[in-house]
């Protein structure tokens, strides 16, 4: 990691309730943040986007959140208000999620919405954050930003979608970015496409990245650090660099569902639901 720790996450918990009793869904996972790229990865259900979307704020209702610690900077993400969390979400933590046709809104131009992205945090005229806008679509590497720019999101293919989406979220130059399986309804052409202006545009501008991902291959070509969920628990933290090092059954097992050359590739162990470091 590197020497500033920009959020530090100590004991989170997040629970919900439910007709059919209690769901632990994330149990006691710490970790601190650097300006680096830290993947979150599990199967499904293992509470990676849970984790990502407690420290925005973005629980759901029936859900409940507890914390040693939360802090991201100067702000204890524990018990914000309304109001107070306006000021963090989209300015300083940013969210992109899978899929850009549930994020951008069908009836407002790409353009619009980006400008009012921008506008929502700073205080400047349309001809200003027109320009702004445009700047962030050719960041984004759309070819032809001015015709993006007039464009509904229907009119656009998917993987323009989620440049789009990048570029909403970049635009107010957050200082961190939770990126939420962002490519996952891609195809695999396009989703390397998108993740390399991601990290391009994470590099640039110095930001931290949590990346989460069901697939480990992905998440340490491009990040610096893995956590790996279980359950609810991180049950390994590793470098990207030392992935092979990795001791923790269900990582190994996460390894070895990578695709081989000739085109096969194991199925995903189960593992004992009772194992000891999956309880509590
Ligand atoms: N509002 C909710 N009410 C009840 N249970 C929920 C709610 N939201 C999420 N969960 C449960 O929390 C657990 C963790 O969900 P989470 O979305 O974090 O998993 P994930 O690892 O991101 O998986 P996926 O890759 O499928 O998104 C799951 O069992 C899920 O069903």
């Known amino acids: 990691m590197t020497s500033e720790t920009l959020l530090t996450v100590k004991n989170l918990a997040v629970s919900f309730t439910t007709s059919k009793g209690p769901i632990n869904a994330v149990r006691g996972v710490s970790f601190d943040l650097g300006r680096e790229r830290l993947g979150i990865v599990g199967e499904s259900g293992s509470g990676k986007s849970q984790t990502g979307r407690a420290i925005l704020g973005l629980t759901a209702s029936n859900g409940t959140i507890t914390a040693d610690e939360m802090q991201f900077r100067d702000v204890d993400l524990r018990n914000l208000s309304p109001r107070q969390w306006r000021k963090v979400r989209g300015a300083?933590?940013?969210?992109?999620?899978?899929?850009?046709?549930?994020?951008?809104?069908?009836?407002?131009?790409?353009?619009?919405?980006?400008?009012?992205?921008?506008?929502?945090?700073?205080?400047?005229?349309?001809?200003?954050?027109?320009?702004?806008?445009?700047?962030?679509?050719?960041?984004?590497?759309?070819?032809?930003?001015?015709?993006?720019?007039?464009?509904?999101?229907?009119?656009?293919?998917?993987?323009?979608?989620?440049?789009?989406?990048?570029?909403?979220?970049?635009?107010p130059d957050p200082e961190l970015l939770i990126a939420d399986e962002p490519t996952s309804a891609l195809d695999v052409t396009v989703q390397l496409q998108v993740m390399a202006i991601l990290d391009d545009l994470v590099r640039e501008r110095g930001m931290a990245l949590i990346f989460i991902s069901h697939d480990l291959h992905l998440v340490s070509s491009f990040c610096d650090r893995v956590l790996v969920m279980y359950q609810g628990h991180v049950v390994e933290e590793i470098r990207a660099s030392e992935l092979d090092l990795a001791k923790h059954p269900y990582t190994r097992g996460l390894l070895n569902c990578l695709p081989k050359m000739d085109g096969n590739h194991d199925d995903l162990p189960v593992l004992q639901r009772q194992a000891s470091w999956a309880e509590g």
């Open 92 to 171: 300083r933590i940013s969210m992109i999620m899978q899929d850009p046709k549930y994020s951008l809104n069908p009836v407002m131009t790409i353009g619009d919405q980006i400008i009012e992205a921008y506008r929502e945090h700073h205080k400047v005229g349309t001809k200003e954050a027109t320009h702004r806008a445009i700047e962030m679509l050719e960041a984004v590497k759309i070819r032809d930003p001015q015709r993006v720019f007039k464009s509904y999101p229907h009119e656009v293919s998917g993987g323009m979608g989620q440049r789009v989406m990048i570029a909403m979220m970049l635009i």
